[in-house]
Structures are given as structure tokens and as C-alpha cells.
């Protein structure tokens, strides 16, 4: 079946380490997406690729670190950088003009 | 500034009642709106809007956009509780931005 992975299910972060959350798609979509949600609010970009080997920050970059060296793949790390880290945490992928498609999120939580 | 507003913020209901979910939105270079349902934190798309006056339906549930006064609403109708779930609203831009509403948190009593 194809779909987004995302991994772990929940993440505990300590302070001053940095944490990387997994998000793996097998839809063969070009762009790749990570969001950030906390409660009672919208979704907020963090980063986005519209392609492999690039990617561009989002609304709330800061102390978010992304690689794209795989289609499949666009790890996102949390980095002690961040100081309020604690949220709900989606990857989506899509490709030009179609609908996003998300994974089941990362709960990501501070020690 | 780009928004979307989403209202009630959280709706409870007993088996059987009609819902109406609201939606106005304010986007620069309007595209297209959006409708998503999130249960156990994934969201799954429901309807794509792009066209005022045209009602989208699947099932119980149906969809609306009006460009003029902008805004979008949601009808579940003989609501289940299996209904219960945070209603996503989006509006995405000719950029392809995304702004995404609060969301409205349904509650279907048995």
C-alpha cells in the first residue's frame, strides 16, 4: 500500500539534544512537507522540498534542520536551537497542483 | 496577512443531528479550498473547492465555497460517532501556500 511513514509514534527530547524525526513516502511525490501543530492551533510550515537536493524554510524555521537526498525521504531534526519543541509534528507529500497527503504524526515531548 | 477561520472551535452533537461547519478565509491569490479530517492525528482529504456554488458530496457529507463572500462550510448530515473528529480547513494560494484554520473539534454522542 502506498503511503507516508512517519517515526517514531512519540519522541522525547532532552534538553540540549537534537532529535530527528523520520518521514519516508513510497506515493513517488516530488515535494515533501513538515508541519508543526500545537493545540487549538492551525497547522504552521516548518520547511518544505518541491524536489530532491533542495528545500526552502517555511513559516517557523527556527531551530528546524531538514535534509532532502531521496525522493522518499525528508527527515526533519529538532534541534536544541528550539526552544519550545514540544508538539505535534506532520510530514505530507503531494505532487504539483494535487492534494497533500499526510502521515500519522510524531508526538515530540521535553524531558 | 493570509487567514483562514474556523467556527464553532468544538461542537457537540447526539446521533442523528446535522452539522454545519464553518470556514471564511482571507488568502491573496485565492486557488482553492480544502477540507480535511483528522481522527488518531492523520488528516484524510475530504473535498477540494475551487468553484463558487458547485456543492461537492460524499455520502453524509458535503461541501460548499462562496468566492464572493468567502467562505466554505461543511454539512455531515445523520451525524455518527464515528464522525467525531477535528475538521481541517484549508486554503491553499496560486503559490501553492497552504494557511490552515484551528480547526472545529466534532463530538457525536451515542
Known amino acids: 500500500d502506498g503511503g507516508i511513514t512517519q517515526s517514531p509514534k512519540y519522541l522525547f527530547r532532552k534538553e540540549g539534544q537534537n532529535v530527528t524525526l523520520s518521514c519516508e513516502q513510497n506515493?513517488?511525490?516530488?515535494?515533501m512537507y513538515w508541519y508543526r501543530q500545537d493545540p487549538g492551533q492551525g497547522l504552521r510550515l516548518i520547511y518544505y522540498?518541491?524536489?530532491?537536493?533542495?528545500?526552502q524554510k517555511g513559516d517557523i524555521a527556527e531551530g528546524y534542520s531538514v535534509s532532502r537526498e531521496k525522493k522518499e525521504s525528508f527527515p526533519l531534526t529538532v534541534t536544541s536551537a528550539q526552544k519550545n519543541p514540544t508538539a505535534f509534528y506532520l510530514c505530507a507529500s503531494s505532487n504539483p497542483n494535487e492534494k497533500l497527503f499526510f502521515g500519522s504524526g510524531t508526538q515530540l515531548s521535553v524531558l | 496577512e493570509d487567514k483562514v477561520v474556523q467556527s464553532p472551535l468544538s461542537l457537540v452533537v447526539h446521533e442523528g443531528d446535522t452539522v454545519t461547519l464553518n470556514c471564511s478565509y482571507e488568502?491573496?491569490?485565492?486557488?482553492?479550498l480544502l477540507w480535511y479530517k483528522q481522527e488518531k492525528k492523520a488528516p484524510t482529504f475530504l473535498f477540494m473547492l475551487?468553484?463558487?456554488?458547485i456543492e461537492k458530496k460524499s455520502g453524509r457529507l458535503s461541501s460548499i465555497l462562496d468566492k464572493k463572500e468567502l467562505f466554505s462550510i461543511l454539512n455531515i448530515t445523520a451525524t455518527q460517532t464515528g464522525d467525531s473528529a477535528v475538521y481541517l480547513c484549508?486554503?491553499?494560494?496560486?503559490?501553492?501556500?497552504?494557511?490552515f484554520g484551528s480547526g472545529t473539534q466534532l463530538t457525536v454522542l451515542p
Open positions: 484549508v486554503a491553499e494560494s496560486s503559490a501553492r501556500q497552504l494557511t
Open positions: 522540498s518541491q524536489i530532491v537536493n533542495d528545500f
Open positions: 475551487t468553484s463558487s456554488g
Open positions: 488568502v491573496t491569490n485565492f486557488r482553492s
Open positions: 506515493l513517488n511525490h516530488d515535494a
